[in-house]
C-alpha cells in the first residue's frame, strides 16, 4: 500500500511537471494555431539561469540563494519567451506551417548554443535540503519536493483559469481561440494577447525548469526537449487548447507512467504513454476533452 | 528531353567521382579519390536520397511527419541484428528488412493517417519515440542499448568491406541516391502523383471531386517510408554499426531542416539540402578545430563549435527570407505566365 501511495504521489508530481509544460503549448496553440517547438527551449534557458544564477551566488544561504536565483530564472524564461514571440513568431503572422518550422530551428539553436557555452555534462544545481527531504505518510515515505511541483501547479492551473475568466486580457484570449478574425474585426488588437500568451507560456516553462531541476537536481542541454516531447502528447492526449483537458491528461500520463515504470519494467512506462496516446487518438481523435478550439 | 539529360548526365559525373585523383583545397581535407572524401560525399548522398524520401511526404502531398527516423532506423537495426545477432546471410537479411519496413510503413500509417494535420505529426512523433526507447531498452540485447553495436562484418559481401573498398560503398550510396531520384520523379508524375499534390493544394476539395484521399497518402506514405529503409540498408553498409542517433525525434527533425533549406517540393532542392546540409555537419566539426576559427574571439568561436547551431540558425534565416529553399536562388525569374506556356509546349 506503501509503494502504490508513494508511486501515485510522484506520479502526481511528474503529470504536475506535465503540466506546467502543456499549459504553455496549449494556450499557444489554442490562441495562435502554432505548435511551438521552441518550448523545451524555454525550459532549458530558464533551468540554466537557475543555474548560472545559483553559480554566481557563492557567498548566500541556501535557501535565499536558490529563493533569488528562482525569481530570476522565471524572469529570464519569461523575457525569452515574448522575445521569441516578437522577433520571430510575429513577423510570419499567419503562415503556420513557416512558424512552426521557425520554433523547430530556434529548438536546435538554443539547445546547440547551450552545449558550446556550458558543455554536454550534466550541472548539479544546488537544493534547499527541505525539499531534499522526505514527509512520511500512510508508512510512504515522500521527497517534499513533490509536494511542491504539485501545489505549484494547482496554484498555475487556478491562477490561468481566474486569469482567463475573470480579466479583460483573459477574455480577449478566450474570444481570440473560439474566433481570431471576429476579435480582430472588433477592433481589438489581438497581436497583444499573443506576446502575452508567450510569455505566460514561458513563465510556466521557466516554473517546470526550476521544479524540474529540483526533481532531477542536475540541469543538462537536452533538459528540455526530453521533457517536451512528453508535454506534447499530454497536450494531444488532452485536446489542443483546452487547459482543464491539459490538466486531466497530465494526471494520467503521469501516472500511468509511474505505475508501468514500476509495475512492469523500467522503460515500460515511456512506451505505454505513447501507446496511450495511439488508442486515445484513435478513440476520440480530439483528445479527451473533445474540443479542438 | 531536359528532364532526361540533366539526371543522367550529373549522376553519371558522380559515378566518375572515385577515378578522379584530384585535389579539391579547402573543399575536402584530402583527395578527391582518397577513401576519407568518398565516404564523406557517399554519406552525403546516403542523406540526399533520404530528404527527397521526406519531401515525397513534406513537400508533395503536404504530410508534416515527425516519425520518418522510425523507417530509416528500421533499415539499419534489423538488417544489422539480422546478421549480427541471428546470423543470417547479406540477402536474407536485406530481403527481411524490406519485408519488415514494408509491413510496419504500411500498419502505422494506416493507423495515423485516421488523424490530420498537427495530429498527424504528433502520432507520427509518437511512434517514432517509441522505436526509439526500444532501440534504448536493449530487448533480449539485441539493439546494444544506447552505445548501438557493430554489424558482424563476416556476413557483408566481401567487396564492401574494408578501407580499400569504399569507392564501392560510395557507388551504392551514389545507385540508391539516383534510384530514389527516379522513383520519386516516376511517382510524383504519376497519376496518384498528381493526385498528391492535390491533396497538399487542398484536400477537400479532392474528396469532394470522388476520390478517397486517404488511400493515396497511406501510397505516398509506405513508399516514402520504404525508401527509407533502403536508406538505412545503405547507411548501414556506410558506417558498419547501428547507433541510437538515427531513431530519435533530432534525426527527423534534421530531415525537415535538410528539405526546407534545399527546397520542399522540389526533387532537385531536397536532394541538395540533403547534401550540403550533411557535408556542412560534417566539415563544420573539422573547420571548428581548425587555427582559424580558433584564433576568433570566444564570442563567435563558442558557437561556431557546434555545426547544429550554424545550421540551425541557416534554417530560421531560410524560411524568412529564402522562403522556397535554396533551390529558389538558381531559378530564372521568369514572369509566371511565360513559364506556363512554354512548359504547355513542351508537353
Redesign the interface.
Known amino acids: 500500500m506503501s509503494t502504490f501511495l508513494l508511486l501515485s504521489i510522484t506520479g502526481l508530481g511528474l503529470g504536475a511537471m506535465y503540466f506546467l509544460i502543456a499549459s504553455g503549448l496549449s494556450l499557444i496553440y489554442g490562441l495562435m494555431g502554432v505548435l511551438n517547438f521552441a518550448h523545451g527551449a524555454f525550459l532549458t534557458v530558464g533551468a540554466y539561469a537557475l543555474w548560472f544564477t545559483e553559480s554566481k551566488l557563492g557567498d548566500v544561504s541556501l535557501n535565499a540563494r536558490f529563493l533569488i536565483a528562482a525569481i530570476v530564472s522565471l524572469a529570464v524564461a519569461t523575457v525569452f519567451a515574448a522575445l521569441v514571440e516578437l522577433l520571430l513568431i510575429r513577423p510570419l503572422y499567419g503562415r503556420h506551417i513557416e512558424q512552426v518550422l521557425v520554433t523547430v530551428g530556434l529548438a536546435l539553436v538554443v539547445t546547440a548554443l547551450v552545449t558550446a557555452i556550458w558543455g554536454n555534462d550534466a550541472r548539479v544545481v544546488a537544493v534547499p535540503t527541505w525539499a531534499g527531504n522526505t514527509t512520511t505518510i500512510g508508512g510512504a515515505h515522500i521527497p517534499n519536493d513533490r509536494w511542491i511541483e504539485i501545489i505549484t501547479a494547482l496554484v498555475v492551473l487556478l491562477g490561468l483559469e481566474l486569469f482567463l475568466k475573470r480579466t479583460r486580457y483573459g477574455l480577449i484570449i478566450r474570444a481570440g481561440v473560439e474566433n481570431r478574425a471576429m476579435v480582430t474585426a472588433l477592433g481589438i488588437d489581438v497581436r497583444r494577447a499573443f506576446t502575452l500568451v508567450f510569455a505566460i507560456g514561458g513563465l510556466a516553462a521557466g516554473i517546470a525548469g526550476v521544479l524540474s531541476s529540483v526533481y532531477f537536481t542536475t540541469v543538462d542541454p537536452q533538459h528540455g526537449t526530453a521533457l517536451v516531447i512528453f508535454a506534447f502528447i499530454v497536450v494531444v492526449i488532452g485536446g489542443l487548447g483546452s487547459l482543464r483537458g491539459t490538466a486531466m491528461a497530465a494526471v494520467v500520463v503521469g501516472l500511468v507512467q509511474q505505475y508501468a515504470n514500476y509495475y512492469a519494467s523500467s522503460g515500460l512506462g515511456d512506451l505505454s504513454v505513447v501507446l496511450l496516446l495511439g488508442a486515445v487518438l484513435l478513440v476520440r481523435p480530439r483528445g479527451l476533452s473533445g474540443s479542438f478550439a | 528531353m531536359r528532364r532526361l539529360v540533366v539526371p543522367v548526365a550529373l549522376f553519371a559525373a558522380l559515378a566518375l567521382v572515385p577515378r578522379l585523383a584530384v585535389d579539391v583545397p579547402y573543399v575536402f581535407q584530402y583527395g578527391l579519390n582518397s577513401p576519407g572524401t568518398l565516404q564523406l560525399l557517399a554519406l552525403c548522398l546516403v542523406f540526399a536520397g533520404l530528404a527527397l524520401s521526406y519531401d515525397l511526404l513534406f513537400g508533395f502531398t503536404g504530410l508534416?511527419s515527425f516519425g520518418h527516423a522510425l523507417y530509416f532506423a528500421i533499415g539499419v537495426y534489423v538488417a544489422a541484428i539480422a546478421m549480427t545477432r541471428w546470423h543470417w546471410g547479406f540477402w536474407e537479411s536485406v530481403g527481411f528488412t524490406a519485408l519488415v519496413g514494408l509491413v510496419v510503413a504500411t500498419v502505422l500509417s494506416a493507423?495515423s493517417l485516421?488523424?490530420t494535420g498537427?495530429?498527424f505529426?504528433?502520432?507520427t512523433?509518437?511512434?517514432a519515440?517509441?522505436g526509439s526507447?526500444?532501440a534504448?531498452?536493449n530487448p533480449y540485447k539485441w539493439t546494444g542499448g544506447e552505445e548501438g553495436f557493430g554489424v558482424d562484418y563476416h556476413q557483408l559481401p566481401a567487396w564492401t568491406v574494408g578501407i580499400l573498398n569504399t569507392k564501392h560503398l560510395y557507388w551504392i550510396a551514389l545507385v540508391y541516391a539516383a534510384l530514389v531520384f527516379a522513383i520519386v520523379q516516376w511517382a510524383v508524375s504519376s497519376s496518384p502523383g498528381h493526385l498528391w499534390q492535390a491533396i497538399r493544394e487542398n484536400e477537400l476539395r479532392v474528396q469532394v471531386l470522388g476520390m478517397r484521399p486517404y488511400l493515396y497518402k497511406l501510397m505516398s506514405c509506405v513508399l516514402a517510408s520504404f525508401l527509407a529503409t533502403a536508406g538505412g540498408v545503405v547507411y548501414l553498409l556506410l558506417l558498419g554499426g547501428a547507433t541510437t542517433e538515427v531513431t530519435t525525434?533530432?534525426f527527423t527533425?534534421?530531415l525537415?531542416?535538410m528539405v526546407?533549406i534545399g527546397g520542399a517540393g522540389t526533387r532537385w532542392g531536397a536532394m541538395l539540402g540533403g547534401f550540403l546540409y550533411t557535408y556542412a555537419n560534417q566539415r563544420l566539426g573539422d573547420l571548428s578545430s581548425s587555427h582559424a576559427v580558433e584564433s576568433l574571439p570566444a564570442v563567435i568561436s563558442?558557437?561556431l563549435?557546434?555545426?547544429?547551431?550554424v545550421?540551425?540558425?541557416l534554417?530560421?534565416l531560410v524560411?524568412?527570407f529564402v522562403?522556397g529553399g535554396l533551390v529558389q536562388l538558381f531559378r530564372q525569374r521568369r514572369p509566371k505566365t511565360v513559364q506556363r506556356l512554354q512548359e504547355a509546349v513542351q508537353r
Open positions: 508534416l493507423v485516421r488523424v498537427i495530429a505529426a504528433m502520432v512523433l509518437a511512434f519515440q517509441a526507447i526500444l534504448f531498452k525525434a533530432n527533425l534534421t525537415l531542416l526546407v563558442t558557437p563549435q557546434q555545426p547544429l547551431f545550421l540551425g540558425v534554417f530560421i524560411v524568412f522562403p
